[in-house]
């Protein structure tokens, strides 16, 4: 069971499982969870449309894989505390959760081959390699050779999974998907400024920090991108070299993107020791000493 072998476990059909079960107290029985994911009659017609068996148990299994319900005591038990009540807000609570998996689980691949996208595209010089490789070079080679799979077996990530994994990190806000060639476009604006919405709450929006310290805290919620232990780790393991005070390109877009829609502002003052150069595209902006938010409480998910 994980999230990308229980294909028909979509966001979301977990998020609805998990809003059946909160709305029952946090437990049901297991034959009372399929009458209402799968209600044998529809309000506008008398006729059954046959309940779709596999697409519940995919289902479970994927909520079950990353932790979010229990199957025990013959029933299903709901283990996220809080269910959002807005789908958005459930993008945010799968991502946590993710960030929170141990290495070694089977769900925390989706989040490793994320990490590896933004280390090739580094490594690459941008994204054009992902165009030109079709969904088996892309998933098969790159990826599996990146996440360093050295049998079959072992190989967590293949062109079979590469299609729901876009949908989930998509989902989470790190990628747009791609119709031509090419499984996706990274970018993590999207989820950049729902991580930053957190942040106000604990760091003041009207004060300006230092931008080291916030890269810190940053990647302990963003560990696959600058400064998190997932990037770095990659990195090393890709033989990139070390970054130093340059950010990735994944990074440096989504921070000028959030800086051009004034959610935040990037500082740069002098030729300072603490200055972080932005790469990329033309852009006024750099480089990058400290960082102030300009977003509001009305960002809250």
């Not at 479970?60 to 505390?81: K, M, Q």
């Not at 079959?152 to 994994?165: A, D, I, Q, V």
């Amino acid at each position: 069971m994980s999230l990308l072998s229980d294909i028909q476990g979509s966001a979301e059909r977990i998020w609805s499982l998990l809003r059946l079960l909160d709305a029952n107290g946090g437990w049901m029985k297991r034959d009372e969870v399929p009458q209402w994911m799968n209600p044998q009659f529809t309000a506008e017609s008398s006729v059954a449309p046959g309940p779709d068996a596999t697409a519940l148990s995919q289902t479970v299994g994927a909520a079950v894989s990353v932790g979010l319900i229990a199957a025990t005591d013959g029933g299903y038990r709901l283990l996220l505390e809080n269910v959002p009540l807005r789908f958005d807000g459930f993008a945010d609570a799968v991502h946590q959760t993710l960030c929170q998996l141990p290495s070694g689980h089977a769900d925390y691949v989706v989040l490793e081959a994320y990490a590896a996208i933004v280390i090739l595209t580094e490594k690459y010089g941008g994204t054009h390699w992902i165009r030109e490789r079709n969904n088996t070079e892309l998933a098969d080679t790159v990826l599996a050779q990146a996440l360093r799979a050295d049998s079959e077996e072992e190989r967590r990530f293949n062109s079979t999974k590469l299609t729901p994994w876009v949908r989930w990190v998509t989902f989470m806000g790190l990628a747009m998907p791609q119709q031509a060639r090419g499984a996706l476009y990274p970018t993590i604006t999207e989820r950049l400024e729902r991580e930053l919405s957190v942040l106000v709450d604990t760091l003041s929006p009207v004060t300006e920090h230092v931008f080291a310290d916030f890269l810190v805290s940053l990647g302990q919620r963003m560990p696959y991108i600058d400064g998190g232990a997932l990037f770095i780790d990659l990195a090393q393991r890709e033989g990139l070299r070390p970054m130093g005070r340059r950010l990735s390109r994944v990074l440096s877009n989504a921070l000028r993107d959030l800086h051009d829609d004034g959610r935040i502002e990037l500082i740069a003052v002098g030729d300072t020791a603490g200055m972080y150069e932005l790469v990329g595209e033309a852009h006024p902006v750099r480089a990058v000493t400290s960082i102030r938010f300009t977003l509001g409480a009305d960002n809250h998910a």
